[in-house]
C-alpha cells in the first residue's frame, strides 16, 4: 500500500502542476483565471498567449498526463506489487484528479481533456487495442474541431464517443469503467460550456487569428 501511496501522491503532483497559470503569470504577468473562460488550460492559454505558447502549454499538459503512466510503473511498480494495467489506471485518474483540482491554486484546475489524452497515450502503451480506439476518438475530435471550429463541442463529442468504442472494440469492463468515468470527469468539467453551446453563445476559435 505505500508503493500504491507514493505512486498516487507522485501523480497527482504532476497533474497538479498549473502549467496554463505559470505561463501566464511568466509571458504576460497576468493572473489566467481573470482572462476569457477563467480556465486553467491550454485553451484559455491559446486565448491569452497566443499559437506559440499555448501550443506549449498544450504539450506540456499532454506529457504531465502521459509521463507518470508510463515512467513511474517501472520505478516503483514492482514494490506496488498489482496487475500492472491496474496500477497505470490509478496513477493515470490520479494523475487527471491533480490537474481538475491542482493542490498548488486552491483545488481549481483545468478541465482536464490535454492531461487525459496524455494519460490515455501512456495506457496504450501498456493496453493491448487502445492504440486503435484512441487514433479514432482523435479524429472524431479533429472533425468535430474543424466542422464546428469549437473546442469544447469537439472535447464533449469525444469524450463521449471513447467509452462506446472501447465497448464496439470489446475492450476489459475494467477498462470499460475506467474510460467511462474519464469521459464524465471531461463532461462534468464542461457543464458550463454545454449551456453555452445550447443556447448557441461557445466562443468559437477564429483559425486566421
Not at 502549454?57 to 506529457?63: A, N
Request: glycine letters at 12%; aromatic letters at 8%.
Amino acid at each position: 500500500m505505500l508503493w500504491i501511496l507514493l505512486g498516487l501522491i507522485i501523480s497527482y503532483l504532476v497533474g497538479s502542476i498549473p502549467t496554463a497559470y505559470i505561463f501566464g503569470r511568466i509571458i504576460k504577468k497576468t493572473d489566467i483565471r481573470k482572462f476569457g473562460s477563467g480556465n486553467v488550460g491550454a485553451t484559455n492559454a491559446l486565448r491569452l498567449l497566443g499559437r506559440g505558447w499555448g501550443a506549449t502549454v498544450l504539450v506540456l499538459d499532454i506529457l504531465k498526463g502521459f509521463l507518470p503512466v508510463v515512467i513511474l510503473p517501472s520505478v516503483i511498480g514492482a514494490g506496488a506489487n498489482i496487475p500492472l494495467e491496474s496500477f497505470c489506471i490509478i496513477l493515470g485518474l490520479s494523475c487527471i484528479c491533480g490537474h481538475n483540482w491542482t493542490i498548488f491554486l486552491n483545488f481549481k484546475g483545468g478541465k482536464g481533456v490535454a492531461t487525459t489524452l496524455g494519460v490515455l497515450l501512456g495506457l496504450s502503451i501498456k493496453i493491448a487495442g487502445l492504440k486503435i480506439i484512441l487514433g479514432i476518438t482523435i479524429l472524431i475530435w479533429l472533425v468535430v474541431f474543424v466542422i464546428s471550429r469549437t473546442i469544447s463541442l469537439a472535447s464533449v463529442l469525444a469524450a463521449l464517443s471513447f467509452p462506446l468504442l472501447t465497448v464496439l472494440f470489446r475492450q476489459s469492463i475494467g477498462l470499460i469503467l475506467i474510460v467511462t468515468l474519464l469521459a464524465a470527469f471531461i463532461i462534468f468539467r464542461h457543464r458550463s460550456n454545454i449551456k453555452r453551446i445550447l443556447k448557441g453563445q461557445e466562443p468559437k476559435l477564429n483559425f486566421k487569428k
